[in-house]
């Protein structure tokens, strides 16, 4: 069965610095997102990806975050100057279209802290 | 400060007995629901999907209720086993100007069964 692969599973990194988190998603599917969970909480959504550029955003996505397809099967998303209230899980998902269904598949994520 | 992050409603039922999972959403322009399993350490994974054109979808030991009168969406599982011990999430979908396919989550129930 077709996966969202993430990586890395976990990755620890100072306040301030850059992280890149990766993600491959689905082949045939064509929007990808990027959602995150604090320890706890319930799943939020940051953004979604759709042709090339960004379709839309939270006001959790500020300017500290970016996404990027750098080539035809990886998308990625980066946090500038990262902050303490970034750890969570973050989760990329993909989607053969915007109708959903058992197509918008989520990745296992990564656990991003920050100390 | 500290992030207590928020209390998951727990339902405990035991092995073999039905279980139902109630969710309330906000949008009534929300024309699409799924609910999701998550385990431990593990991404979302499609249960179940039922469309606002909808009041009942079954799938297999699995049921979607959705009560667009007062907003409400539930999830029964029969015959609830051991390996259905999870975190249950519904999602809601809008389908209103502009949105890409974002999903808006719920904040989940933990369900623990009991063998």
Known sequence: ?115 | GENVGLHLPTLSVQEGDNSIINCAYSNSASDYFIWYKQESGKGPQFIIDIRSNMDKRQGQRVTVLLNKTVKHLSLQIAATQPGDSAVYFCAEKGNYGGSQGNLIFGKGTKLSVKP
């Open chain 1, 1 to 115: 069965e077709p996966e969202v692969t993430q990586t890395p599973s976990h990755q620890v990194t100072q306040m301030g610095q850059e992280v890149i988190l990766r993600c491959v998603p689905i082949s045939n599917h064509l929007y990808f997102y990027w959602y995150r969970q604090i320890l706890g909480q319930k799943v939020e959504f940051l953004v979604s990806f759709y042709n090339n550029e960004i379709s839309e955003k939270s006001e959790i996505f500020d300017d500290q975050f970016s996404v990027e397809r750098p080539d035809g099967s990886n998308f990625t998303l980066k946090i500038r100057s990262t902050k303490l209230e970034d750890s969570a899980m973050y989760f990329c998902a993909s989607s053969e279209s915007r109708a959903g269904g058992d197509g918008y598949t989520f990745g296992s994520g990564t656990r991003l802290t920050v100390v």
